[in-house]
């Protein structure tokens, strides 16, 4: 049985290390695919969390004056991934394939040909850093490379985490909706803000999304201001001004298999 309980926390203004970052790029033939890695200045990663960004989902990983630089920084996984890192974690934020960053449409996310792009970029990245397995985290249209990429590769990504999810179909594509969950066999975590904003990522969808995988639900509230649309990423379906503990309860499940909602207070 998973306890779950409420956990108010006060949020400490100190930052963690700057982070050390790199790109790590495969070629894929014609097309490559990258991911910007992240890690403490000492850490000795055991646990590797892949972040699928939400839309558009193409962050276009380059260097500039020998750094990494990139789109949608502004995005809840790409701005919170440092708050993953501990002695033990390594995050990579994964980008589109290089063919597909004019578009990047669902459809293509649901390939056999993205799984195995996926997979050659973490199986790369854990061939360098020395880690087996991953658990894959996806947020809002990201939650759609996440699910798919992990269902591909069970054995390689035995643990999902889908924020702030797509679960309506619109004019990127079907979202969640028709997600068959019986066909991913890893463990499964669905995390959302109570007042998420989006009509696209209702909560009382992802109550009935829990229910449906037979998966937990970890609940958000508090944090903010928000500001901007309503599914933008600086409003409670970015999780704005929870980052923090909701990326720390994140870690926990991952280490331990147990959820806790989080509630932050300001």
Same mark, same amino acid.
């Given at each position: %049985?998973?306890?779950?309980?409420?956990?108010?926390?006060?949020?400490?203004?100190?930052?963690?290390?700057?982070?050390?970052?790199?790109?790590?790029?495969?070629?894929? @033939?014609?097309?490559?695919?990258?991911?910007?890695?992240?890690?403490g200045p000492k850490a000795k990663p055991k646990h590797g969390v892949a972040?699928?960004?939400?839309?558009?989902?193409?962050?276009?990983?380059?260097?500039? $004056?020998?750094?990494?630089?990139?789109?949608?920084?502004? $995005?809840?996984?790409?701005?919170?991934?440092?708050?993953?890192?501990?002695?033990?974690?390594?995050?990579?934020?994964?980008?589109?394939?290089?063919?597909?960053?004019?578009?990047?449409?669902?459809?293509?996310?649901?390939?056999?040909?993205?799984?195995?792009?996926?997979?050659?970029?973490?199986?790369?990245?854990?061939?360098?850093?020395?880690i087996g397995d991953w658990t894959l985290v996806g947020t809002s249209e990201?939650?759609v490379s996440a699910f798919h990429a992990a269902r591909m590769n069970p054995?390689?990504?035995?643990?999902?985490?889908?924020?702030?999810?797509?679960? =309506? +179909? @619109?004019?990127? @594509?079907?979202?969640?909706?028709?997600?068959?969950?019986?066909?991913?066999?890893?463990?499964?975590?669905?995390?959302?803000?109570?007042?998420?904003?989006?009509?696209?990522?209702?909560?009382?969808?992802?109550?009935?999304?829990?229910?449906?995988?037979?998966?937990?639900?970890?609940?958000?509230?508090?944090?903010?201001? =928000?500001?901007? @649309?309503?599914?933008?990423?600086?409003?409670?379906?970015?999780?704005?001004?929870?980052?923090?503990?909701?990326? =720390?309860? %994140?870690? +926990?499940?991952?280490?331990?298999?147990? +959820?806790?909602?989080?509630?932050?207070?300001?």
């Amino acid at each position: %049985m998973i306890w779950r309980l409420t956990v108010f926390l006060l949020i400490p203004l100190a930052a963690l290390a700057q982070p050390v970052e790199q790109i790590v790029t495969v070629k894929r @033939g014609s097309y490559s695919i990258a991911g910007l890695v992240s890690h403490g200045p000492k850490a000795k990663p055991k646990h590797g969390v892949a972040l699928f960004a939400g839309h558009p989902g193409i962050l276009k990983l380059h260097e500039e $004056n020998g750094r990494p630089a990139f789109l949608l920084p502004g $995005n809840f996984l790409i701005r919170s991934r440092r708050w993953w890192l501990d002695a033990e974690t390594l995050t990579v934020a994964v980008d589109a394939p290089s063919d597909q960053w004019t578009s990047f449409d669902q459809s293509f996310r649901q390939t056999a040909r993205y799984g195995a792009d996926v997979a050659a970029l973490l199986q790369e990245v854990g061939r360098r850093f020395g880690i087996g397995d991953w658990t894959l985290v996806g947020t809002s249209e990201g939650s759609v490379s996440a699910f798919h990429a992990a269902r591909m590769n069970p054995a390689l990504a035995p643990r999902l985490i889908l924020t702030a999810s797509v679960f =309506e +179909s @619109g004019r990127n @594509g079907p979202g969640l909706s028709d997600a068959k969950w019986s066909a991913y066999s890893g463990k499964l975590l669905w995390v959302h803000h109570a007042d998420d904003p989006c009509s696209f990522t209702s909560y009382r969808a992802a109550q009935a999304f829990a229910k449906k995988s037979g998966a937990p639900l970890l609940t958000v509230r508090g944090g903010g201001p =928000e500001r901007g @649309g309503a599914c933008e990423a600086q409003t409670f379906h970015g999780f704005v001004g929870a980052e923090r503990a909701t990326v =720390e309860a %994140m870690r +926990s499940w991952v280490k331990t298999g147990l +959820s806790e909602d989080v509630g932050v207070h300001r």
